[in-house]
């Protein structure tokens, strides 16, 4: 079975700061790694996944990141973030016919 | 406009009275999935449809009933709610039915619900 944790249940950071939300997964499966992003008073929508070939992976909004298959990792990155990104962000894994969340991560950007 | 809508948006209801939260999707997909969130819990799966008249059990599925009979239609159905079922409910699809799930999967804007 698989499982995914969020290491950080909330992270600030200031506007145009670097950021990273850390993701790890196990899973006795190979596996599909997703992040979603979740704006206020919204449905979730996907960042981006990582199915196989480069281990990293870029998506909407300047987002970015790291599969680590030695250290069951994928962790998201974004090199300068800004007020829009303030949003929960969760964590996914797929090594079946379902997807697995993780707990989130609120990102509060500050101006 | 491809979208996954839910209908309502907003519940507040009493222990006991059967409920339906509708969703639909216009996007022809054959997976069709809902969710609960809670704080600190992420989402939970709570029943999943790989097509018409086919469903199966996420991991919450006790108190709800779903149906397939249409593939856009995938309503879920609350027979005596209770306050523990009190959450925010996501519909969600995916034209990826089976275990090459991609994972990209279509949400709706979310259904709160408050059993009081």
């Known amino acids: 079975a698989q499982s995914v944790t969020q290491l950080d249940s909330q992270v600030p950071v200031f506007e145009e700061a670097p950021v990273e939300l850390r993701c790890n997964y196990s899973s006795s499966v190979s596996v599909y790694l997703f992040w979603y992003v979740q704006y206020p008073n919204q449905g979730l929508q996907l960042l981006l996944k990582?199915?196989?070939?480069?281990?990293l992976v870029k998506g909407i909004n300047g987002f970015e990141a790291e599969f680590n298959k030695s250290q069951t990792s994928f962790h998201l990155r974004k090199p300068s973030v800004h007020i829009s990104d303030t949003a929960e962000y969760f964590c996914a894994v797929s090594g079946g016919n379902k997807l697995v969340f993780g707990a989130g991560t609120i990102l509060r950007v500050k101006s | 406009e491809a979208q996954v809508t839910q209908n309502p948006r907003y519940l507040i209801t009493v222990t006991g009275k059967k409920l339906t939260v509708t969703c639909s999707q216009n996007m022809n997909h054959e997976y069709m999935s809902w969710y609960r969130q809670d704080p600190g819990l992420g989402l939970r799966q709570i029943y999943y449809s790989m097509n018409v008249e086919v469903t199966d059990k996420g991991d919450v599925p006790e108190g709800y009933k779903v149906s397939r009979k249409e593939k856009r239609n995938f309503p879920l159905i609350l027979e005596s709610p209770s306050p523990n079922q009190t959450s925010l409910y996501f519909c969600?699809?995916?034209?990826?039915?089976?275990?090459?799930?991609?994972?990209?999967?279509?949400f709706g804007e979310g259904s709160r619900l408050t059993v009081l």
């Open positions: 969600a699809s995916s034209s990826d039915p089976g275990t090459e799930n991609t994972g990209e999967l279509f």
């Open positions: 990582y199915l196989s070939g480069s281990t």
